[in-house]
Nanobody
Framework: QVQLVESGGGLVQAGGSLKLSCAAS????????MGWFRQAPGKERGFVAA???????YYADSVKGRFAISRDNAKNTVYLQMNSLKPEDTAVYYC??????????????WGQGTQVTVSS
């Protein structure tokens, strides 16, 4: 089994920045594609960003140009740098891992989530 633990969430004013981290344990991190999803109250879980085993990155249109996903295989960690945050970014952010990169919530492993709240 693979365990994913998110950190870095919090309360930030609109226009501010946060950097989320997702630490992986269990299986070799470099074997997994990683993704970030978010879910606001009463909403479906939606795609935010993903990164393949080779480092190719993918973003939802709503965050493109503001967010950046990266990975550090030596640290078994994936990051989500979030800049120019907007109130509509408020959600619980989930880290996910799987063998194949995808924008759908079809990953095999999920973290518990970390709350990001953006005030206006």
């Amino acid at each position: 089994q693979v365990q994913l633990v998110e950190s870095g969430g919090g309360l930030v004013q609109a226009g501010g920045s946060l950097k989320l981290s997702c630490a992986a344990s269990g299986r070799s991190f470099s074997d997994y594609a990683m993704g970030w999803f978010r879910q606001a109250p009463g909403k479906e879980r939606g795609f935010v960003a993903a990164i393949s085993r080779s480092g190719a990155t993918y973003y939802a249109d709503s965050v493109k140009g503001r967010f950046a996903i990266s990975r550090d295989n030596a640290k078994n960690t994936v990051y989500l740098q979030m800049n120019s945050l907007k109130p509509e970014d408020t959600a619980v952010y989930y880290c996910a891992g799987g063998r194949i990169v995808t924008m759908s919530p079809a990953y095999d492993y999920w973290g518990q989530g970390t709350q990001v709240t953006v005030s206006s």
